[in-house]
């Protein structure tokens, strides 16, 4: 459990961290994305450039979590219950897309979609159960 | 699970952002446990019964569905 006793500014801290990770990630995935984009032929760049886009998104996921880790019992139920909402919501959107494609209605699903809308999903599941809880 | 505090909390004249910080949570956690939205766990719920030097049991009990 999160004591009150931490130090006024490690929320700030917390914050930077994760404002300073988000760009990270959307830097390397821009740079990653544009070169890849250019069709390298050296399968090392192009195998470098992958591993950039993968590992500039670590950084960001680990300062979500150690934002939840910080914070009290309650917010970390309430992170719980988004993330089981946004699975079982992602599941929903990864079926109907598959099966929206087998019935003809949509030609070809990015990867880049579905994790964008997992994203998504679990922006909007945090919001429900937030206010849910509240 | 049922729970007395909002009265205990008012026999303090405390707010709840008041017994949050007491306790190290959230005003919006005080406010669900009252409303029965959430049920603490043990740690927090020791915390509780001891800014009131109280027991557990005197505190939470439970309820017809538990």
Redesign the interface.
């Given at each position: 459990m999160a004591e009150n006793s931490e130090r006024p500014d490690s929320g700030l801290r917390r914050l930077a961290l994760i404002v300073g990770a988000f760009v990270l990630w959307f830097a390397t995935y821009v740079v990653a994305t544009r070169l890849l984009h250019r069709h390298p032929e050296s399968a090392v760049v192009r195998g470098t450039l992958a591993a950039l886009g993968v590992f500039g998104f670590v950084p960001w996921l680990m300062a979500i979590a150690r934002l939840i880790q910080s914070q009290d019992e309650f917010e970390r139920r309430i992170h719980l219950v988004a993330l089981a909402v946004a699975f079982g919501a992602t599941a929903l959107f990864i079926f109907a897309a598959d099966f929206l494609q087998r019935a003809g209605f949509v030609d070809y699903v990015l990867l880049r979609t579905i994790w964008m809308a997992m994203i998504v999903l679990w922006w909007i599941a945090i919001m429900v159960v937030s206010r849910f809880y509240r | 699970m049922k729970n007395r505090l909002r009265v205990l909390r008012a026999e303090e004249n405390w707010t709840q952002a008041e017994l949050?910080?007491r306790v190290?949570?959230?005003r919006?956690?005080i406010?669900?446990?009252e409303t029965g939205?959430?049920d603490?766990?043990l740690?927090?719920g020791m915390?509780i019964a001891r800014v009131f030097q109280r027991r557990v049991e005197e505190i939470f009990e439970l309820g017809d569905n538990d």
């Open positions: - | 949050g910080m190290g949570v959230s919006q956690a406010h669900a446990i939205k959430y603490p766990g740690p927090l915390k």
